[in-house]
């Protein structure tokens, strides 16, 4: 037996007593599934009960599995890594992108991806070009700033991953804010920012040209955005997640105020490049933009950018007017339940998105911004009248 | 003008309800096809397309008939008919499918109809010495080995009233047919 | 990333570096000092065909445009030289391959117009029916270019699926998809049957009905017409003075067609309407070669029921005026060694994209032409495109670029 030196000891007892806190922590603020953490009743028969064994109560013993395990299982981490984290967005880029390519193919009389996997219809065609992308070489031209130039695709990624904290699905949550959707759309607003430094990092004629347009266009939806976003939170009488989709369990908000709806609507086109307003990266006129110079696998890194945020954006849409996380309760799920009814949901308003490129031609830019400003702007008025009128009579307590 | 109407067309200014069905009727058409899709997309290479009768595709030759004329290398609008002597004193011509444009004056020019056509066309070599056809592989025509044949089936179109269908049958035994 | 440098005792000759920078020498300074930018829509570039354009912008409005035609120039007129009258068939319809009966047409009625033959009855109607085939087939790849250039892919991908059935009908009758090589001096080279001429009318058919769908989803969408009202306008007086021709000049309010006016082949004896527009922007060539497209199929339909009714055989005459049932087996020494009187010929033809010059100079003893002179839609109307793209924003290049339908092989032959 091995006697240590007290200060050592102590030390080690300090720790050890750290960690046994942390575990406690975890655990008590915990996503409860039954069906991995409790034990599932198969059959039951006179004399025996089938069940399967919870999955947890394996590591529960292991010192510093159990740690681990707790952590994964931790309400914030498992928010930003699960629901509605980085394993969400992986599946909706990649479920969306294979049903773009898909739906425009069944509309153009053609297949459409089948090569790949042929029995399941080429689903999973979206990782095969993946792994291509990372055998590619990356070319950095000459005339590019170098550093900003590799730098910069790799910045996107913290305004779109940041939104994930405040925004809660069902329980699961990192941080609960009063303030949550107007910290969501705040961050949501960097990107272009960043679009714009990638296009002048590239010091190419026709990367500036792409710059110019989309920040012109940025400047057609960002009003419109936060105006029918605000109207729906004068509604309802508070910006938290929580307590929009808890005042939506009557009436879903897109009954409430139709105009804030299709303003919100319209303007998500817009922001994410969509048809008719895929504006910024048009393949004929700009060459792709703001994204020219970019190869390998930075080039896939960029090409995901208006998934993303497209992804985030439905997801406000549906938790601002479809109800959030509601809908029937499945029990083996537990806490994972409505964050898969908000998941469906965000996934459903993607694939109506998606759909516009199967019939829609590109605008103009001037265009673009003449609808921002004449026929949007109006839209977005009267939807802030309407949630003024709505918000007046929901804090005298006849909704 | 030599007794010819003149029709005068006014494209369509559309005012706000007008542009609002325009826009409705687009999202229609592109759901009515994204549901029930009219597709003629023909699945090469586990599909085939039936070539027709008369086909202008690889050449072969029958040595018989050969008379040596020199017409068909005269005609030929690539230069890409040579004749090579042969053991026997006579001409006979080989092809150089570098340069073949597949217009088939040679096969017309033959007063005794020693050209004759196959409905193959994938002209595909190894090499490019392996382009220029010799005499001996001009008569047996162009061959595909059993084990490299991908195909399933053969694919026709064919228009009934307002629908497009592809008919399909079994590919044959030998794929290469040599036409009369 | 390392560079290296390699030395290597060799010097680039000189033409290579003033050929780096394409523009004329004064565009530079002329650039600077009116704050314009110099932007290349060059031969490698998702919205231009093969070829250069140099651009001189300024903000977002253009100055002026200038063109650098000849990245696919092949000779066509040198090469026609050196071969037999014969051969040249299956390169003059080379250019503008989709449209190989009306290339090929031009040049073989200027050697019939020379010799004075008198092409057969059904030879006539077959002619006429594969021309207005290769018509429709041209016009559909014209808008499925300019649907792409406006990033509607739908409206690609149909223009491009129906044109295949145009492919079909040109295979069942000569033989080849698109490269026919099918017009001989003296009428056609093989017969149709009833089971062809059968497929050609269901075709048509389903060509119309898709038709509509293809108008309710990209031809009336607003964003579409949003796009192309009022953009690149040329006026009356315009058009004829830069010289514009074919559908575009009709377009602009001119009331002209080489079938109509100077009639060739069957057309004197078919009715069709000729289709004009008044306001000379690109939805009105786009919209008058869609509405051509229409009585193109009625005319294929009229020519479908004169064969039908007419016996079968006599579909060529030799120089000597025998009439021939089929070529096979005579086809060179019945056209092979043909030899032109002295002197020039020309005809006018009216391809899909306008009015198609053939002049052959022979001097009368060689069985090569002496001169051939082939001066093509694209290269007619190329200075009135360049002019009516001054004054427009840079986004709108490709909008009247697909409207004009430039296609720079045929224009740079």
Not at chain 3, 99 to 116: P, T
Request: glycine share 6%; hydrophobic share 45%; proline share 6%.
């Amino acid at each position: 037996m091995v006697v240590l030196d007290t200060s050592l000891q102590k030390r080690i007892g300090e720790v050890l007593s750290m960690l046994s806190y942390l575990l406690e922590m975890f655990r008590q603020n915990s996503v409860g599934i039954p069906l991995i953490t409790r034990k599932v009743v198969l059959y039951h028969t006179a004399n025996k009960i089938a069940y399967i064994p919870p999955l947890t109560s394996l590591f529960a013993k292991i010192p510093i599995l159990n740690l681990i395990v707790a952590l994964i299982f931790w309400k914030p981490f498992f928010a930003v890594l699960f629901a509605p984290g980085l394993v969400c967005i992986l599946i909706a880029i990649l479920f969306i992108i294979w049903f773009e390519r898909k739906v425009t193919a069944r509309v153009q009389w053609r297949y459409g991806p089948l090569e790949v996997s042929r029995n399941v219809g080429g689903i999973i065609q979206p990782m095969a070009d993946g792994m291509r992308y990372f055998f590619q070489e990356v070319i950095v031209h000459r005339e590019a700033h170098k550093p900003y130039f590799l730098q910069f695709p790799l910045i996107t990624f913290l305004p779109v991953l940041l939104p994930i904290l405040v925004i809660p699905a069902g329980t699961i949550y990192a941080i609960n804010t009063p303030y949550s959707i107007l910290v969501a759309i705040a961050l949501i607003s960097l990107i272009p920012m960043i679009i714009v430094a990638i296009g002048w990092a590239s010091n190419s004629k026709y990367a500036y040209v792409g710059s110019l347009r989309e920040a012109m266009m940025y400047f057609s939806y960002e009003i419109v955005l936060m105006i029918a976003a605000m109207s729906m939170v004068i509604i309802y009488g508070s910006a938290n997640a929580i307590e929009i989709v808890k005042e939506q369990s009557t009436i879903p908000g897109i009954l409430l105020n139709p105009f804030a709806a299709l303003a919100f609507f319209v303007a998500i086109a817009m922001a994410t490049s969509r048809f008719p307003f895929e504006i910024p990266e048009a393949d004929q006129e700009v060459v792709f933009g703001p994204f020219i110079e970019y190869t390998g696998i930075i080039f896939g890194v960029v090409m995901t950018l208006a998934y993303e945020k497209l992804y985030l954006l439905c997801m406000l849409f549906s938790i601002l007017f479809l109800g959030g996380w509601n809908g029937p309760f499945i029990p083996p799920l537990g806490d994972l339940s409505p964050a898969l009814w908000l998941f469906l949901k965000t996934i459903g308003l993607m694939m109506i998105f998606v759909f516009f490129r199967t019939f829609y031609a590109r605008y103009r830019l001037d265009q673009a911004l003449k609808i921002g400003w004449s026929k949007l702007m109006a839209l977005a008025m009267v939807a802030l009248i309407t949630g003024l009128g709505l918000g007046a009579v929901n804090v005298m307590g006849w909704l | 003008m030599v007794n010819k109407r003149i029709k005068r067309i006014k494209p369509p200014s559309p005012d706000f309800v007008e542009s609002v069905k325009y826009h409705l009727e687009a999202f229609g058409v592109a759901l009515k096809e994204a549901i029930k899709p009219s597709r003629m997309t023909i699945q090469y290479p586990r599909e085939l397309r039936k070539r027709p009768k008369g086909f202008r595709g690889m050449l072969v030759l029958d040595v018989n008939k050969c008379i040596s004329c020199f017409q068909c290398t005269f005609v030929c609008p690539a230069n890409a008919i040579h004749m090579k002597k042969a053991p026997n004193g006579k001409y006979y011509p080989c092809v150089d499918y570098a340069k073949c444009i597949f217009c088939h004056y040679c096969e017309e020019t033959c007063t005794k109809g020693a050209w004759k056509s196959t409905n193959f066309m994938d002209v595909a070599f190894s090499r490019v010495e392996e382009m220029l056809l010799t005499t001996e592989k001009l008569i047996n025509g162009p061959e595909v080995p059993e084990e490299e044949r991908e195909d399933e089936y053969m694919v026709e179109y064919e228009i009934r009233g307002s629908k497009l269908e592809l008919k399909k049958e079994y590919s044959p035994e030998k794929l290469v047919e040599v036409e009369d | 990333m390392d560079e290296y440098s390699i030395p290597v005792p060799v010097k680039p000759p000189a033409e290579i570096e003033s050929l780096y920078l394409p523009v004329p020498p004064w565009l530079e300074e002329k650039s600077k000092e009116g704050d314009e930018l110099v932007l290349f829509v060059g031969p490698q570039h998702g919205g231009s065909g093969h070829m250069r354009l140099i651009v001189r912008v300024h903000g977002d409005v253009i100055r002026e445009v200038i063109p650098d035609p000849g990245f696919v120039h092949r000779g066509v007129e040198k090469l026609a030289e050196n071969k037999l009258y014969i051969q040249n068939i299956p390169l003059v319809e080379r250019p503008a391959i989709m449209d190989c009966i009306n290339m090929s047409l031009g040049y073989v009625r200027a050697i019939e117009k020379a010799l004075d033959i008198e092409v057969p009855e059904r030879a006539k109607y077959i002619r006429t029916m594969l021309a207005e085939v290769c018509r429709i087939g041209t016009h559909l790849y014209d808008a499925g270019i300019l649907s792409v250039f406006l990033g509607h892919t739908t409206g690609f991908m149909w223009p491009f699926a129906l044109r295949e059935l145009t492919c079909e009908i040109l295979m069942r009758v000569s033989g080849a998809r698109i490269t026919a090589s099918y017009v001989v001096p003296g009428g056609v080279r093989r017969d149709v049957d009833r089971g062809t001429l059968n497929f050609i009318s269901d075709a048509m058919t389903y060509i119309q009905q898709k038709s509509k769908d293809f108008e309710k989803v990209f031809i009336r969408n607003p964003v579409t017409i949003a796009r192309m009202k009022d953009v690149g306008v040329l006026s009356r007086k315009e058009a004829i003075k830069y010289g514009v021709v074919g559908p575009f000049l009709r377009a602009s309010g001119v009331e002209y067609d080489v079938r109509a006016v100077e009639p060739y082949d069957a057309y004197d004896e078919l009715t069709w309407d000729v289709i004009v527009a008044d306001d000379g922007d690109s939805y009105s060539r786009f919209l008058v070669r869609v509405n051509e497209i229409q009585q193109s199929i009625g005319i294929v339909r009229q020519c479908v029921k004169a064969l039908k009714d007419m016996p079968e055989g006599k579909i060529a005459v030799d120089t000597k005026g025998k009439m021939l049932d089929s070529v096979k087996g005579t086809f060179f020494r019945t056209f092979g060694r043909l030899t032109l009187p002295a002197g020039e010929f020309t005809t006018l033809t009216e391809a899909s994209r306008g009015t198609l010059l053939y002049t052959i100079v022979s001097d009368g003893k060689s069985n090569a032409p002496y001169r051939l002179r082939v001066v093509t839609p694209g290269w007619y109307y190329l200075k009135g495109f360049m002019e009516s793209l001054k004054g427009c924003r840079l986004a709108d290049l490709q909008a009247v670029y697909g409207s004009f339908g430039y296609f720079p092989p045929e224009a740079d032959r």
